[in-house]
Each structure stands twice: as structure tokens, then as C-alpha cells.
């Protein structure tokens, strides 16, 4: 028993679980554990309110059935809503008073939150189940004025903030899952960049799942002021269980005047076993709006986890000359589903945007690119190129394109191609003739496959996206 | 509506001799359309396109019984010049001439009547509609070893006489091993604000070729659909040309199976809309086997208030390695009120298979336009060659001359 333990955690080795001590709100979905939450969090009147909305909008709406990847009915009674470490009802002041055990949690995961170690200068938000435990490099970004925190704690201390933003990308009257989010948010990081600062290092949260049964809830909210540049990046891991869990995130961007974010993300959840048991479900909701002249967003993202990713990230791009730009990556092996691409909503003169997506499949599984690149009749000379390839590994999975494309626009360009195919016989016979073995040669064409991606990624991050790369398609090929 | 499909369907029965069984049929098919109403834009086919609205919009309340009982006179002035051909004569949806005066009488065969089956009971609920309420069903089977010595030209022109009518045509062929079959449709409408609703259905066996060419050149308020079923056997070759210009709406859907290896599917399309229409292509390519091939283009000019939309789909299913599957889609918008709408997918199941499609739309090139003007052009002359130029790219691929020119001059294309 140990031993086959051992053995599926060479596959997913971030699949241990941290015995900890938790603090849960009951179980269920109703307005007494919103209120728990809220009062857990220690939010104004306001928040609570705010979340009440959402959740009487919740009641009326119905979950969106036209996604490829089908899954069980998920019971939303039966899911605890807030999970917090014991001990981290007041955020820990230092790390000395953080429980150990969640310290070598994330040293374990290779994200050491003790400052010294860290070399790259990476300021670092550490989201545990319900709750972020730690941010690193604080007093650094205060210099500047640079405000990261948890989301909890900008709520309280920068108000005025969060009621002018929060919502203003993500509207309570979205989808199910985001208004889901909205009613029942628990944490997640706030980062807002003032006037003309170009933030000094890349801010990284890490999230993960360590409670049983639990939703993770996560709101992100990134303001650029004017002429601004941040460097934003996600990580995420989560325990091997048998179960299915939902993760329900609700991530704002918005870039005013000339101001750039560049966000990517490494997801990594626990994708389930090879036989398709547990893993977790990925129904992330990401949007960005370029409100001001000349701003940017860009979207990098590297998927190899979950059990079912559904995921849009997506740009509005408000703004004149505003761009908008998506590269992906996504892995599916053995039993995973994904269904994933971007929106593009060109509204501003001059706007520009850029898609590159790869998607690889592998084992039984099933990935689909579905993208929405829509130019409204005000987007003068406004530009689309998109590019999505997918390369497919056996004949058990599946590759999918679904690309929507409206122009409504005479001055406006849309490029849009893709392509389907798998590794040639001519490329694996030459790697393998140089004295590279099939596993190596396979990741040597894939890491090729994907380096547009890649390139995007910043460095620390890139390295680790390749050995991932490489990892999660063992044992597909051969 | 309900009410009103009921009463029409009891009235059309009553006129026209069907057998109980066929009834029943025609009942079920009806009930499946009442069931689904007509399709509104919360279907993922008709996202583009809400034809619930369009009918409500332009035409109101539809009638669907239609009176089969006399003949109508058939107008000649409506034939092809030009080009000897044989000929089937729709009016108003009533069968007024089939004429198969070139060919040798024992190749073809011309079933009338046969009895409709629920093979298509789940297609779609236009097809539904097209079953319970169409009054003939031919059938045209093209002998083994024979290809017809000339095109067979399938006439649809409806009169003044009617007017927010449903009018259901139906249409099957067979073609046997090693035939040939050409067929061009030509719509030509005195009508106005009906709702025309067209279902062929193509059996294409071992080596045979089906040639279809859908015209739709002249500008009538009409609204169509029509939907092509194409099985292909093993080598067996189809090739679909759309040409999409006149009616109010025009929906053209071509769901194309290929079932046997090495069969292959072409479709082309050309969308040249000038004034408020709104015209749809839809296509759904089935790789069902190994070593199959499809290639698709698609090339849209619009302008003043009009919408183009292609859906295409490329499906593979995990046995069909070695497939080829291709779709380009390309879009000039000449000005600031027309829309172009694009959904090119692919659905991929199997991994030795070289898919890729393209969909690209834009304005006319100015550098190109720069260039014409500069050796002595004009505007409108430089825009005129340049479009030309973009659609003929599409036209050239009609693999019969006879055929290629005749389109061309109905266009009005220059080499």
C-alpha cells in the first residue's frame, strides 16, 4: 500500500496533504455561511452585503451546460465553503508566528516564504486553503507604494479601492460560477500599482488545496494606474484525493493609461489518477479590461492539471490602441478535459490582439480550444491574429478548435489559423538516431512545440513550466 | 403557430393520398418540429442566425398547407441558353416537368412516391418540417457504369401566386457503382416573404461523383434553407459549389458522411451580398473512415447592411487516420455595416491526421488598390478587378468547364 503511495507520488509529487488543524464553516451553501465567512474575514457591512447580492442572483441562475467537457452534477450543499488553518483568524504578523507545518508546506512545494532564501527577489502571497498565510516582501513594495496584499485585508485597509474595482470586470451579474465566486470568496491577492511605477519585481501568489471536501474560492484584483508595469505570476497545487474538488476563482484586471500587466499562470492541480479518479475541477473565471489609452494586458498560461479545466481568459479592450495578448499552453493526459482559450473584445480604435495556443493531448483525454475574437463596429483598424495548433498522441483523445469570429468592422484585420497533427515519425527517428531515447525525444519536440509559450514566461517560471511539460506526458508515448 | 401547423397538416393530408403507414410517419415528424419549434439563436447552429425572428420579422404568421391539385404553367423564359441540359421543374413546390430527354432511358430510373421513412427523424427540426409536410418524394437513380451525357438542371421558382407560404421540397438520388451525376439548382422567385425549406439526399456508392452546384443569383425577399445529406461509399468523389447572392435569407447546410475509404468531399462557396441579406453556410464534414479527404473554401464580399456567417466542421473520428482535412474561409467587408461571422471547427479524435483550417477577413487591400490606381484605373474599376479576382479564386475550382463557364457569366466574372 505504501509503496504503490509512493509510486503515484513520483507521478504528482505535490500530491501529499499537510495534517493540520482546520477551522470550517459548515457545510453548505446557504446565507448563514456567508455571513460565516464575512464575519470570519471581519469584512464591512458593505462586503456582506455585497455578497448577499450575488447570492440572491445565484439563486435564479443555472449553470452553463454548452462546454465540451461534461461532468457529475456537483452538490453544491455538500462542499465546505471556508477552510482555515487553525491559528490564522488574525493574519500572522511575522513568519515566526506561522504554524511550521504550513512553512514546510510550501518549502516542500518549493516556495520558501522565508525572505533570505529567496534569491530572485519574487514577492510571494501564500494562499492556504481559505485563507493567504503569508506575504512576503512587503516593506520592499511599500517603498514604492506598491500595495500587495491578501484581499481580505485590502477590504479592510484600502476601501475605496476595492468598492471602485471589485466587480467592475467581473459584474455580479455574470455567469454561475463567477456570481458563485462573488457570494462566497474567501481569498486571494490585491495588488494595485500606482501612477507611473513600474513594480521592481514579479509578485507571485501560490495557491493550495489542502482540506478534504472543500471549494477554493479565490478573488484576485490587479490595478494598474496610469503608466504603470506589473508582472503578476500564479502557481497551484492541491492534494492527491479520490474526490472531485471545485475551484471557482474570479480574477480582475484592469489596466488604466499606458499601463501594462502581464499575468501568467502554472497551473498544476491535482489532475486525478491515471484512471480518472478525483482531481480537481478548474472553473476559473479570468478577465481583464484595458480601460485606458495604450494599455496592455497579456495573458501567459501553462495548464497541466486539473481533471476539468474551463477557462476563458479573457481582454476587453476598451482603451484606443489598447492590446490584448493570450499564450497558452495546455496538457491533457489519461482521463483530463479542458476546455479552454480567450475572448477578445475589440471596442477601442487601434486595438490589437495576439492568440497563440497549443494544446497537446495525450492518453484518453480531450482538449478543447474554444476562442472569441469579436471586433464591434467602433474598432476602427483594429487587428487579430490568432494561431492555435494542437498535436494529439494516440488515438484514444481527442483535439478540438472551436473558434468564434465576428468583424463587424470594414478597417479591421482578423487572421485566424490552426492546425492539427502529431509528432512525425521523421522527427522521432532523427532525435532518437542522435542517441536520444523516445521519452526524451518526444519532450524535446514537445518543449519546440510549445517555445513561443515558453519564451513568454519569465525565467525562474519558464524552466519549471518545461520540467512540467515534460513530466505530465510520461508515460504517453511507446 | 401550433394551431395553425395542426390544421394545415390535417388539410394537407386530406388531399394527397398517403398510405397508414406513411401518415404515421409524417405524424412523428411533425410532432418532433412541434416539439422544437422553429430554431431560435440558444441552438449552437443557429447562434448566427435566428431564423424564429427572421420569419417573424419579414413574413409573420406562415402558412403551410399548400394546394398541389392543379398544375402550373411552366414559364421557359426561366431555362438555361446556352447549355443542353436536362430538367426538373419545381413551381410554387409542385413537380411540374422532369425531362431526361438526353439520356438513354434504361440508365436512369425516376421514382415517384416512395414511401418516406424516419431516417432523418433526427437531423434537425427544419428537416422534421421538410418530412411531414413535403406532398412527392422522387427519387432518381443513375445506373451502374453510366454518367450522364449532360447536367440536370433542378429549376425552383415560385410565383405571385403565393405568399407567406412554407414550401418543402424534397429530393433523393442514388447513384450507383461508377456513375456520374451533375446537378445544378437555380432559384429563380416572382414571390415574395416565403419561407422556402429544401432537403436533398445524396447515396453516393463505390466510385461514383456527384457534382451539385446551388445557385441563388437573383434578388427576390424570399427566405431559404436547404439542407444537403451526402453518404459517400468507398472512392467515391462529391463536389458542392454554393453560390449565395439573391434571397433575403438563405441558409445552406451540407452535412456530408464519408463512409468508405479514399471517398473525398469539396465544397466552395462564394457569398457576393449587396443589400440587406443574410446568408449562412454551414457545413459538417464527417471522416468516418481511414484515408478520407475534404477541402473546403469559402470567400465572402459584403457590404450595406448585410451578414455572411460560416460554420464549418471538420469532425474525425478515432478510425479515421490518414485523413486530410482542409477549410479556408476569407472575408472582404466593403463597409462599415456589414458583418462577417466566422466559426471554423475542428473536432479531432484520432492522431495521424493533417487538419488545418484558416479564416481570415479584412478590408480591401489599399496598397493593392494604390498599385491598380496607379496604372491608370479608377477607383471603382481597381475595386471591381481586385473582388473579382478574389471570387474567381473559388469559381476556378469547379471542376467541369461547361459548368465553370456558365457560372462565371451568371456572375459576371472575367479571366
Same mark, same amino acid.
Given at each position: ?90 493574519? &500572522? ?29 519574487? +514577492? ?58 462573488? +457570494? ?30 472543500? $471549494?477554493?474560492? #479565490? ?29 471557482? +476563482? ?45 494599455? @496592455? ?5 501553462? #495548464? ?6 474551463? @477557462?476563458? &481568459? ?74 492555435? =495548433? ?89 | ?14 388531399n394527397l393520398n398517403f398510405s397508414?403507414k406513411e401518415?404515421?410517419t409524417k ?8 416539439? +422544437? ?6 441552438? !449552437? ?15 409573420? #404568421?406562415?402558412?403551410?398547407?399548400n394546394d398541389y391539385s392543379s398544375s402550373n404553367k411552366v414559364d421557359s423564359s426561366i431555362f438555361v441558353d446556352g447549355l443542353e441540359h436536362n430538367k426538373i421543374v419545381f413551381i410554387n413546390g409542385r413537380v411540374e416537368k422532369i425531362d431526361f430527354q438526353y439520356e438513354e432511358k434504361n440508365k436512369i430510373d425516376i421514382l415517384e412516391n416512395i414511401e418516406l421513412n424516419?431516417n432523418f ?6 428537416v422534421?418540417?421538410n418530412n411531414?409536410f413535403t406532398n412527392k418524394h422522387f427519387k432518381i437513380i443513375v445506373k451502374n457504369n453510366y454518367y450522364l451525357k449532360k447536367p440536370l438542371i433542378v429549376y425552383h421558382s415560385t410565383s ?7 414550401i418543402n421540397i424534397r429530393l433523393d438520388f442514388l447513384l450507383e457503382k461508377n456513375s456520374c451525376l451533375k446537378i445544378i439548382d437555380i432559384f429563380s422567385d ?6 422556402v425549406n429544401v432537403f436533398y439526399n445524396f447515396d453516393l456508392h463505390k466510385d461514383s461523383i456527384l457534382k451539385n452546384y446551388k445557385i441563388d443569383k ?8 436547404s439542407y444537403n445529406n451526402i453518404e459517400q461509399d468507398t472512392n467515391s468523389v462529391s463536389e458542392t459549389f454554393i453560390l ?10 451540407i452535412n456530408c458522411n464519408l463512409n468508405g475509404?479514399y471517398s473525398s468531399a469539396f ?22 473512415? =481511414? ?32 485523413? =486530410? ?27 495521424? /491526421? ?34 473579382? $479576382?478574389?471570387?474567381?479564386?473559388? /469559381?476556378?475550382?469547379i471542376t467541369d468547364t461547361e459548368i465553370k463557364n456558365l457560372i462565371?457569366n451568371t456572375?459576371?466574372?472575367? !479571366?
Amino acid at each position: 500500500m505504501r509503496e504503490k503511495q509512493i509510486d503515484k507520488l513520483k507521478d504528482y509529487k505535490y500530491g501529499f496533504t499537510t495534517d493540520i488543524e482546520n477551522i470550517k464553516a459548515p457545510k453548505g451553501l446557504n446565507e448563514e455561511v456567508i455571513k460565516f465567512i464575512s464575519k470570519a474575514k471581519k469584512e464591512p457591512k458593505w462586503m456582506l452585503d455585497w455578497r448577499m447580492k450575488a447570492f440572491e442572483r445565484l439563486k435564479n441562475l443555472k449553470e452553463p451546460n454548452w462546454q465540451k467537457p461534461k461532468y457529475p452534477k456537483i452538490d453544491y450543499q455538500d462542499i465546505y465553503y471556508y477552510s482555515a488553518p487553525k491559528g490564522t483568524s488574525e493574519k &500572522p504578523k511575522n513568519l515566526d508566528d506561522l504554524d511550521p507545518k504550513i512553512l514546510e508546506t510550501y518549502k516542500k512545494l518549493g516556495i520558501p516564504l522565508q525572505e533570505q532564501q529567496r534569491l530572485n527577489g519574487i +514577492a510571494v502571497d501564500a494562499v492556504f486553503d481559505s485563507v493567504s498565510v503569508a506575504t512576503t516582501f512587503k516593506d520592499k513594495l511599500n517603498e514604492v507604494g506598491v500595495i500587495f496584499c491578501s484581499i481580505s485585508e485590502a477590504i479592510q485597509e484600502h476601501p475605496e479601492l476595492v468598492k471602485k474595482y471589485l466587480g467592475s470586470v467581473i459584474p455580479l451579474t455574470d455567469h454561475y460560477f463567477a456570481t458563485l465566486n462573488s +457570494a462566497v470568496f474567501t481569498d486571494g491577492s490585491f495588488v494595485y500599482i500606482p501612477k507611473g511605477v513600474r513594480c521592481p519585481m514579479e509578485l507571485s501568489t501560490y495557491f493550495r488545496i489542502n482540506a478534504s471536501q472543500t $471549494g477554493q474560492f #479565490e478573488r484576485t484584483l490587479i490595478i494598474a494606474d496610469e503608466g504603470s508595469y506589473v508582472s503578476y505570476l500564479e502557481g497551484c497545487t492541491a492534494p492527491m484525493r479520490d474526490e472531485n474538488q471545485l475551484h471557482a +476563482a474570479n480574477v480582475e484586471l484592469i489596466a488604466l493609461d499606458d499601463a501594462e500587466i502581464k499575468y501568467s499562470t502554472v497551473q498544476n492541480w491535482y489532475p486525478g489518477d491515471e484512471n480518472g479518479k478525483g482531481g480537481i475541477y478548474n472553473f476559473v473565471t479570468k478577465r481583464g479590461l484595458c480601460k485606458g489609452k495604450n494599455s @496592455k494586458i497579456s495573458w501567459t498560461q501553462v #495548464e497541466t492539471g486539473s481533471a476539468i479545466t474551463w @477557462k476563458y &481568459p479573457s481582454c476587453i479592450l476598451r482603451g484606443d490602441n489598447s492590446i490584448g495578448e493570450f499564450y497558452s499552453i495546455a496538457i491533457t493526459n489519461n482521463y483530463q478535459k479542458a476546455d479552454t482559450g480567450t475572448k477578445m473584445i475589440h471596442l477601442g480604435k487601434n486595438t490589437k490582439s495576439k492568440i497563440i495556443s497549443k494544446g497537446i493531448s495525450a492518453g484518453f483525454s480531450d482538449m478543447t480550444y474554444r476562442g472569441l475574437v469579436d471586433i464591434s463596429s467602433k474598432a476602427k483598424n483594429s487587428r487579430n491574429y490568432t494561431q492555435c =495548433d494542437s498535436l494529439l498522441m494516440g488515438n484514444k483523445c481527442g483535439a478540438h478548435t472551436v473558434p468564434y469570429i465576428k468583424n463587424k468592422n470594414s478597417d479591421s484585420n482578423i487572421a485566424h489559423e490552426a492546425t492539427t497533427s502529431k509528432i512525425s515519425e521523421e522527427q522521432l527517428h532523427y532525435c532518437q538516431q542522435r542517441g536520444l531515447n523516445q521519452e526524451e525525444a518526444v519532450g524535446l519536440i514537445v518543449n519546440g512545440f510549445c517555445k513561443e509559450v515558453l519564451q513568454q514566461l519569465p525565467m525562474e517560471f519558464a524552466v519549471e513550466a518545461q520540467k512540467l511539460v515534460g513530466i505530465s506526458l510520461e508515460g504517453s508515448v511507446g | 403557430m401550433e394551431e395553425r401547423l395542426k390544421s394545415d397538416f390535417e388539410k394537407t393530408l386530406k388531399n394527397l393520398n398517403f398510405s397508414k403507414k406513411e401518415i404515421e410517419t409524417k405524424q412523428n415528424y411533425l410532432s418532433r418540429f412541434l416539439k +422544437a419549434g422553429l430554431p431560435n439563436r440558444n441552438l !449552437e447552429n443557429w447562434k448566427f442566425s435566428d431564423l424564429s425572428q427572421i420569419i417573424k420579422k419579414n413574413i409573420g #404568421e406562415l402558412s403551410f398547407y399548400n394546394d398541389y391539385s392543379s398544375s402550373n404553367k411552366v414559364d421557359s423564359s426561366i431555362f438555361v441558353d446556352g447549355l443542353e441540359h436536362n430538367k426538373i421543374v419545381f413551381i410554387n413546390g409542385r413537380v411540374e416537368k422532369i425531362d431526361f430527354q438526353y439520356e438513354e432511358k434504361n440508365k436512369i430510373d425516376i421514382l415517384e412516391n416512395i414511401e418516406l421513412n424516419d431516417n432523418f427523424i433526427n437531423v434537425n427540426s427544419l428537416v422534421n418540417l421538410n418530412n411531414a409536410f413535403t406532398n412527392k418524394h422522387f427519387k432518381i437513380i443513375v445506373k451502374n457504369n453510366y454518367y450522364l451525357k449532360k447536367p440536370l438542371i433542378v429549376y425552383h421558382s415560385t410565383s405571385k401566386k403565393i405568399k407567406s407560404k412554407n414550401i418543402n421540397i424534397r429530393l433523393d438520388f442514388l447513384l450507383e457503382k461508377n456513375s456520374c451525376l451533375k446537378i445544378i439548382d437555380i432559384f429563380s422567385d416572382n414571390s415574395e416573404k416565403n419561407f422556402v425549406n429544401v432537403f436533398y439526399n445524396f447515396d453516393l456508392h463505390k466510385d461514383s461523383i456527384l457534382k451539385n452546384y446551388k445557385i441563388d443569383k437573383l434578388e427576390n425577399n424570399n427566405i431559404k434553407y436547404s439542407y444537403n445529406n451526402i453518404e459517400q461509399d468507398t472512392n467515391s468523389v462529391s463536389e458542392t459549389f454554393i453560390l449565395s447572392t439573391g434571397s433575403h435569407f438563405l441558409k445552406n447546410e451540407i452535412n456530408c458522411n464519408l463512409n468508405g475509404r479514399y471517398s473525398s468531399a469539396f465544397i466552395n462557396g462564394i457569398f457576393s451580398l449587396k443589400d440587406k441579406n443574410h446568408h449562412e453556410i454551414r457545413t459538417n464534414i464527417n471522416h468516418l473512415i =481511414d484515408n478520407t479527404k475534404s477541402y473546403q473554401l469559402i470567400k465572402s464580399v459584403s457590404e450595406n447592411d448585410t451578414k455572411a456567417v460560416y460554420q464549418g466542421k471538420i469532425f474525425v473520428n478515432s478510425e479515421a487516420q490518414k485523413t =486530410d482535412g482542409y477549410q479556408l474561409s476569407k472575408a472582404i467587408l466593403l463597409d462599415e455595416t456589414t458583418e462577417f461571422n466566422a466559426k471554423p471547427e475542428l473536432e479531432i479524435y484520432a492522431d495521424d /491526421v493533417k487538419c488545418s483550417h484558416g479564416s481570415a477577413s479584412g478590408s480591401l487591400d489599399d496598397n493593392s488598390i494604390f498599385y491598380l490606381m496607379s496604372r491608370g484605373l479608377n477607383y471603382k474599376e481597381a475595386k471591381e478587378l481586385l473582388i473579382n $479576382g478574389f471570387l474567381l479564386d473559388v /469559381v476556378e475550382k469547379i471542376t467541369d468547364t461547361e459548368i465553370k463557364n456558365l457560372i462565371k457569366n451568371t456572375i459576371g466574372l472575367k !479571366e
